[in-house]
């Protein structure tokens, strides 16, 4: 059979045995004869549990609409004149910033900004979170885990605070969207530190589409509701980025909406075999070596203890974040490495940790092998992976052994149970 793996903006093709098992998510079965503005709107006039946004408007001074970065493909020009256009109509005069939740990525550029907000950017008031900042941020209390709630002071201080979003799976936080808008999406480095510490990360219940019970989950909803957060506007999209579905409304309920409608469409069983072919998405989830952990997340509960796990992804902006390589480079092992994090304290936690601790726990579990750009290799291989330059060099080292194909792995939950 002929495969193609999104990579970058494009695919990967491949040749595999008939005899190979594909698990595909339902995602591209999700249907929508109206636009991602209509859907949006719909939403809207009639949230769930929550009243209309130009009722939550009335009598505000200002509106804080927490908005995505330049890392997630939220289809914000569908979303935005949706909510500003019902914030006005609620309250001509209120004032109104829109607030990039970047959590600890990198600051959103202008160029990246513009691209993803078009003419909104000149219209609006457009300000970049720095997690990095303590004066731009303020402490507002302490989460069930003891964790300190540092966020953004424009959040803190506004007197409506909203968000946009979208919902997929995730693979600590059960799901996106919703509540991450705040956590980590706002906050301090020193709270969103403490939501992704070793214990948590170490947690069975912290893994793609768990929300009962899991403890990093716990704390993000509570600090939104701590921020005061009082709507939000998520939407699904396919994998082709179209947007399916829409949800609005009090942040807890609508995301749980949300989340309950892709869980319905990514949920799948485990195929377990020696070989596991998958990929990151492609762009942008495929821009860095960081990101792709999640696909091999997806991998790594459909492969046989011991088997080998192939990912496919472009990585065109190299690794992205010097801690998590380092980690990685420098261990003695992955185990050694797990250890270390599930040992350090919440409060003691360093940042990509997180990553670092997964990406330990999977190459305690299989065996990797990276196909993406030669600029990568030798980073690959000093992370404890191997490197192949196509997918059939990649099933050569592999050797023989039963396959599965995960095309899209970020678009899965691969239920174990």
Known sequence: MKIEMPYGRGHLSCELPDDAAVIRSRVN???????GEALVRRAMASPIGAPRLSELARGKRDAVVIISDHTRPVPSREILPEMLSELRQGNPEIDVTLLVATGCHRETTEAELRAKLGEIYDRERVVVHDAFDPAKNVKIGVLPSGAELVIDRLAAETELLVAEGFIEPHFFAGFSGGRKSVLPGVCDRVTVLGNHCGAF???????????????????????AKMAKLAFIVNVVVNDDHRTVAAFAGEPEAAHRAGADFAAQYARVAPILADIVLTSNGGVPFDQNIYQCVKALSAAEATVRPGGTVILCAEAADGIGGEGFYRSLRDCESPAALYRECTETSQNATIPDQWQSQILARILMHCRVIFVSSPEVADAVREMKMEYAETIEEALRMAGEGSVTVVPNGISVIVDVE
């Open 29 to 35: 079965e999700m249907r929508s004869d109206d636009t």
């Open 201 to 223: 990360i170490d947690d069975p219940r912290a893994r793609t589409g768990i929300l009962d019970g899991n403890p990093i989950h716990i704390d993000m909803t509570a600090a």
